[in-house]
């Protein structure tokens, strides 16, 4: 049964070899081929569709040779724990990591908190401050608007003159 399914397994991977083989030589095609012989040959969707096929043919194959060892007891309790081991590893480096993060941190913070108590304490004592910084655009623009508003104020008072009719 073993051997009927590395041969499987075989002529799978060389057909999938074949079909990517064949789907490479599709997508780069000769420059001297004319386009009739390129319309001519296997379009690549066919390729592909052939391809998809094998891939999931191999996965199928790979899922019956883990589903048979997982049958074999001894192996399926030896793989499990082997699995652990990686994921308690991959745990563990995880938490070392994080714990020379919260030390590194533990270092830093106190340092930062001292600084900002001494830049509260600066502004917080009055001469931090300095006076209001005066723009020069803000100050002609407010003086513009101030000169239109009187500008408008003197046509209104043409309102009230007598003109003599001619």
Not at 31 to 53: A, C, G, M, N, Y
Not at 57 to 65: C, D, S, V
Not at 130 to 151: G, R, Y
């Amino acid at each position: 049964m073993q051997t009927d399914q590395s041969q499987n397994l075989t002529q799978f991977v060389e057909d999938l070899s074949k079909q990517l083989h064949g789907c490479l030589e599709k997508i780069l095609v000769d420059p001297t081929q004319s386009r009739d012989e390129i319309e001519d040959s296997k379009s690549l969707d066919e390729q592909l569709v052939e391809i998809k096929s094998t891939v999931l043919n191999l996965e199928r194959n790979f899922k019956e040779i883990r589903l048979q060892a997982l049958s074999n007891r001894p192996l399926a309790v030896q793989e499990s724990v082997e699995l652990l081991k990686r994921d308690i590893e991959l745990k563990k480096s995880t938490i070392e990591k994080y714990s020379t993060k919260l030390e590194q941190w533990d270092q830093e913070l106190p340092v930062l908190e001292e600084k900002s108590r001494q830049v509260l304490k600066h502004r917080t004592d009055g001469k931090d401050f300095d006076k209001p910084v005066k723009h020069e655009f803000l100050e002609k623009k407010k003086k513009q608007q101030q000169n239109n508003n009187e500008e408008e104020d003197d046509d209104d008072d043409d309102d009230d003159a007598e003109f003599e009719e001619v």
